[in-house]
């Protein structure tokens, strides 16, 4: 998870990819890396292979990622495009 503190958005792709390509995750804006190197972001639902959601909207919220926050589809749509490289992105605690 990431600490609190300052970042800014320094990479966004509209599908990529998490687990060994298992699953993607739809429009990736990116704003720090894990320990493992691994990039930690906004990003819409996870989708499997072939293309169903792996959770629903109504299960948002709760803590199952090592740090990216989950947003439902139009919302990742609505951050990743009003959110330029640069954008600061501020994590409270």
């Not at 293309?51 to 803590?63: K, M």
């Not at 495009?81 to 954008?87: M, S």
Request: proline share 8%.
């Amino acid at each position: 998870v990431p600490a609190p503190g300052s970042y800014r958005v320094f990479s966004k792709s509209a599908m990529s990819s998490a687990h060994g390509g298992d699953l993607r995750l739809p429009y990736m804006t990116r704003f720090t890396r894990a320990r493992s190197g691994l990039a930690i972001g906004f990003h819409g639902i996870p989708l499997r292979g072939n293309g169903s959601p792996i959770q629903s909207d109504a299960e948002l919220g709760q803590y199952r990622s090592a740090g990216c926050v989950r947003m439902n589809q139009q919302q990742a749509i609505v951050l990743w495009d009003w959110a330029p490289i640069g954008t600061p992105v501020v994590v409270l605690r």
